[in-house]
């Protein structure tokens, strides 16, 4: 992730952005993420961490507008169990898993993008593909006759 910025919050739930010298949203604060920074909400008037707070309603706030990133069975698990199981394995293999993924999605990616480069034709791929697909047809229809026969 690139550096990390610090932004204070307000009791009139205000952010400053330290950086910019700038009071921003939460939305600018999700953008700032998605653009790869690291941020810190401190509370001004308690110097208390709001960063978890801050970044949870980022989430609520994209829930809200039916854009959930959590399938509801996840929600109930951490409702279920709470910190005592799970936060432990969000902070040392969910990230860790999550990290894995985008890193192997953006080196298949990269895969792909490097053979349409080289001018690789994937329409006699899609060819084959489709007709073994139809070829699975041909065997699930004889199975559905066999079946019918009994």
């Known amino acids: ?32 993420i998605k653009s790869g920074h ?6 001004v008037t308690t ?3 709001m960063t978890a ?10 829930a809200k507008n039916n854009e959930g990133l959590l399938p509801v069975s996840l929600l109930h698990l951490v409702i279920q169990y709470g910190e005592s199981h799970l936060h432990e394995f969000f902070e040392k293999y969910l990230e860790k898993t999550m990290e894995n993924y985008l890193i192997y999605r953006k080196t298949m990616d990269d895969q792909v993008n490097a ?3 080289m001018g690789m ?15 699975m ?3 699930k ?8 026969k009994k």
């Open 137 to 139: 047809n041909m065997f």
């Open 53 to 62: 707070m801050v970044l949870t309603q980022i989430v609520m706030d994209k």
């Open 38 to 43: 690291q941020v810190q909400v401190t509370d």
């Open 1 to 32: 992730m690139g550096n990390k910025i610090d932004i204070k919050k307000y009791p009139n739930r205000r952010l400053y952005n330290t950086e910019t010298s700038t009071y921003i949203t939460i939305k600018d604060v999700a953008e700032l």
């Open 47 to 49: 110097g208390e961490d």
């Open 121 to 135: 034709d994937f329409s006699s791929l899609a060819e084959k593909t489709l007709k073994d697909f139809e070829s």
């Open 141 to 148: 229809e004889a199975f559905q006759r066999y079946g019918k």
């Open 115 to 117: 053979y349409l480069d």
